[in-house]
């Protein structure tokens, strides 16, 4: 059956959903083939290959159409944001918040994640997380990442490498070799959001979904290594908006599960909650993946872009400064302790969130006082119930370990916090200012980051802080918001055309010419003043990148 033959984009829900699940396994041998762009890599004939590709183009050919319903169904609801609706718990779905049930068994080497690290996938980073004593890895390929088609693949050949036990790497400058250790962490993946395509992979000609693609060639080349090795495939979902989205991995899931001949429920994932509207649909997520997910986690930076992106359009909603927006207060604080009675009510690991503060070089004081910081946000949240966290570099993982030993065991899954928030908790605005600083540094972070990511970078530091593609979100959303409604600053001034204008140039001239500064410049500049805020900068940026 081809890709052709498939209901329209706005057949609706139910008969994608039917499609999918009445398309057997063994039709895929009908249907057209993925055609992947050549990559000179060494490796690549190991990862792109037919049976891989013939395994994307399957899943291509079952849900893509019901991927892009489901993103349309993000910009409708849109349409009703802007109209003054607010996000709220679902009506339809009540049944599910009300009813008694547990998500499916967790397997025992993720009973304990006090600790995880996250990031890129290239070998030395991989090696370096592995060994760097938390208990997870999570392999990025969303917001570390910065999709350059031979780094993707690149990222494939080393996860493929590391299971069987071919990893390592040899730095060209220093001559140090690096190896994975004996006790390395637990291996998880996170493939790219429903929003963005793979267009260096075609089915019929048309791109294949990003996520789709690093979901696809992970579990096909390494799930039963994996599961040999006494762990399994394992992931994280980002970006998640909706229960329909969730529902949309779990028959991904469990067609995967069929083509490798894996048991129902062996793929495991944990969502991101870092979207608005997906904080509203919590018990729901775990429903729709109930045979496949294993947590929930407080992707924060998402989340705050998440907030700003859905109810931004209106004035009453001016954000303060970034730095203004902290997880202990306004609707970060709700969200996370909603996120840990959901889970802990469904038998749910609830995870925890990154701290953008990193180790600071040269200035010991203020590399003490980062790490004060770090301590501090890992304490509230094991004091609060997580049962456990994210780090960003690992000279943060003692400090994270240190804070999540206070719990008595490897988790706290019987815990549940005193008082769970309610709907206007959940949406209120954090309190603090506005300030000529909080815009000049949403400026040179996301002039630098969007250069950076068009240089193949996903993951910078700047200014002692992690900036990824969810905090540099955060920036340009929050200029475009201040700047559509000139917002008032906290001396007096209005933030107006000019003024960005004139702090932009400034900015500019202060910055070293680094690779792409101008071309982010421009994007930047686009994405502040457009008329309507896109959804993703990375949309835009992704038609620049070679
Ligand atoms: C909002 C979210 O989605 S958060 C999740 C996505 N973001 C991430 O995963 C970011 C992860 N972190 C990073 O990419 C990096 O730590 C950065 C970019 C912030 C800083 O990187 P660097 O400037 O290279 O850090 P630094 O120079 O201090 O690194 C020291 C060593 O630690 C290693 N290191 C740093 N961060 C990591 C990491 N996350 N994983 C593994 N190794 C790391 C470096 O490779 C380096 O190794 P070496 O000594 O063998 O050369
Ligand atoms: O993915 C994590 C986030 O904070 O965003
Ligand atoms: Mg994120």
Known sequence: MAAAHLPRPDAGHDALRDHARSARVSEVLDRPRAVAAPSALAGVAEILTEDALAFVADLHGRFD????????????????????????????TAHIRDSEWTIGAIPADLQDRRVEI???TNAKMIIN???????????DF???TSPVWDELVRGQVNLRAYWRGELGFTDPASGKAYAVGKTPAVLMVRPRGWHLDERHVTVDGAPVSGGLFDFALYAFHNAKVALAKGSGPYFYLPKLESMEEAALWSDVFA?????????????????LIETLPAAFEMDEILY???????????????YIFSYIKRLGRSPDRLTPDRACMTMDKAFLAAYSLRLIDTCHRRGAFAMGGMSAFIPVKGDEAANRAAM????????????????GTWVAHPALVPIALEAFEQMEGPNQLTRRPDHVPGRDAMLALHDGPRTEAGARENIRVGVQYIAAWLSGKGAVPLYNLMEDAATAEICRTQLWQWLKYEAPLDDGRDFTHDLFEDWLADELGKLEDILNLRPAARLLHELVTAKELEEFLTLPAYEMLY
Do not use: Y
């Not at 997380?129 to 392999?139: D, E, P, T, Y």
């Not at 729709?288 to 998402?302: K, M, S, T």
């Open 118 to 120: 996250t990031g890129p």
């Open 288 to 302: 729709a993946l109930r045979d496949n997910i294993v947590g929930l986690n407080c992707g924060r930076w998402d």
């Open 142 to 144: 969303e917001d570390a």
């Open 65 to 92: 159409a019901r991927r892009r319903a489901l993103l349309a169904a993000r910009t409708e609801r849109q349409t009703r944001f802007d109209a003054g609706e607010l996000p709220d718990f679902r009506a339809d």
């Open 129 to 139: 997380a592995l060994n760097s004593g938390a208990r997870v890895f999570m392999a």
């Open 372 to 387: 004060d910081k770090v301590r501090a946000d890992k304490l509230r949240e094991v004091t609060n119930g997580h049962d």
């Open 255 to 271: 067609t995967a599960e069929e083509w490798l001949g894996l048991a129902r429920g062996t793929i495991k994932a944990t969502v």
